[in-house]
T-cell receptor, first 115, second 110 residues
Framework: AAGVIQSPRHLIKEKRETATLKCYPIPRHDTVYWYQQGPGQDPQFLIS???????DKGSIPDRFSAQQFSDYHSELNMSSLELGDSALYFC??????????????FGSGTRLTVV | SQQGEEDPQALSIQEGENATMNCSYKTSINNLQWYRQNSGRGLVHLILIRSNEREKHSGRLRVTLDTSKKSSSLLITASRAADTASYFCATDAYGNKLVFGAGTILRVKS
């Protein structure tokens, strides 16, 4: 079965550079979530999209932006990168169920290293 | 952590023993989920328990939920070396997003 695809798997950027992370959700899933996980930390919610509209926003820095496109893939854009942005970035997708109980499927993540 | 605490932070047991991890949360929830993460890898969904359920089983996993205490426990029976990983609980408050707990690092020694 198709899973959530994230690209690239690994990314190395220098401080003050820009990075773009991509996420391809499971077909027919209507919601995409982005999470950031620092070393030894739990995943922190950044932002989510439902049917291509932003549905919720968490602790996402102003330097970051995201969008979901007409084909439902999503991109997380990160500018003016800082050393502290080094983390594992996860995308997850889900399908809102009628009883609002549903599972999330996570991608394998993009490991961003800022040097 | 955004949501609550997991207890213990780290657990080391012998293969064949049972492992119990606890999770507390702060808000009303629709469901609670447990995930496993091998070092630096992706999050793997293990089990989901709805707010109106008190116990759920899946293979060697048993999850309990006490909404009055806002707590959950994950029991892994007859542990194996391959169960070595970090385990996170995550709460789903009516579809907005998953909020993760701090995680328990489980080490199963063979």
């Amino acid at each position: 079965a198709a899973g959530v695809i994230q690209s690239p798997r690994h990314l190395i950027k220098e401080k003050r550079e820009t990075a773009t992370l991509k996420c391809y959700p499971i077909p027919r899933h209507d919601t995409v979530y982005w999470y950031q996980q620092g070393p030894g930390q739990d995943p922190q919610f950044l932002i989510s999209f439902y049917e291509k509209m932003q549905s919720d926003k968490g602790s996402i820095p102003d330097r970051f932006s995201a969008q979901q496109f007409s084909d439902y893939h999503s991109e997380l854009n990160m500018s003016s990168l800082e050393l502290g942005d080094s983390a594992l970035y996860f995308c997850a997708s889900s399908l809102l169920g009628r009883d609002r109980t549903y599972g999330y499927t996570f991608g394998s993540g993009t490991r961003l290293t800022v040097v | 952590s955004q949501q609550g605490e997991e207890d213990p932070q780290a657990l080391s047991i012998q293969e064949g023993e049972n492992a119990t991890m606890n999770c507390s949360y702060k808000t009303s929830i629709n469901n609670l989920q447990w995930y496993r993460q091998n070092s630096g890898r992706g999050l793997v969904h293990l089990i989901l328990i709805r707010s109106n359920e008190r116990e759920k089983h899946s293979g060697r996993l048993r999850v309990t939920l006490d909404t009055s205490k806002k707590s959950s426990s994950l029991l892994i029976t007859a542990s194996r070396a391959a169960d070595t990983a970090s385990y996170f609980c995550a709460t789903d408050a009516y579809g907005n997003k998953l909020v993760f707990g701090a995680g328990t690092i489980l080490r199963v020694k063979s």
